[in-house]
């Protein structure tokens, strides 16, 4: 079965994963989804993030963050551009979730980074998806 939106994908089990309550998540890996959940260990939203190899294309292994009273570190998540609607930000225009408390995921020219990154290197790019 082909996939046409891996990045979708990728979010959906996330998010079914933290409604779920589970502690780990398996998600088939890409470079840009390991770009993307990187960010997310680096902006505190998830554990850690391990490739696991095999065979084929190989598995990342997501460990979900919780606060002592099991509720998630993420609060939402969102699918912003989309294989038949891109969404496009500029360096002056770069957006903001929840007023700087939430996280823009961007795939620019200098690589996947988050909008605090995006405006620090003065690129914009396309808006990948919104974490808070």
Do not use: H
Request: aromatic residues 6%; hydrophobic residues 40%; glycine residues 8%.
């Amino acid at each position: 079965m082909s996939v046409s939106d891996p990045i979708a994908d990728a979010l959906t089990c996330f998010r079914n994963a933290i409604q779920a309550s589970k502690e780990t998540v398996d998600i088939p890996a890409s470079k840009l989804i390991e770009k993307m959940l990187m960010i997310f260990k680096q902006r505190g939203y998830v554990e850690d993030v391990r490739l696991l190899k095999d065979s084929a294309q190989g598995t990342l292994k997501v460990y979900l963050k919780y606060t002592k009273g099991k509720k998630s570190a993420v609060l939402g998540l969102k699918r912003i551009s989309k294989p038949g609607l891109r969404v496009y930000a500029t360096r002056d225009r770069l957006p903001r979730v929840l007023n700087g408390l939430g996280t823009a995921i961007l795939s620019t020219s200098k690589g996947v980074v988050d909008d605090k990154q995006a405006r620090e290197l003065k690129v914009g790019g396309e808006v990948l998806c919104y974490i808070w």
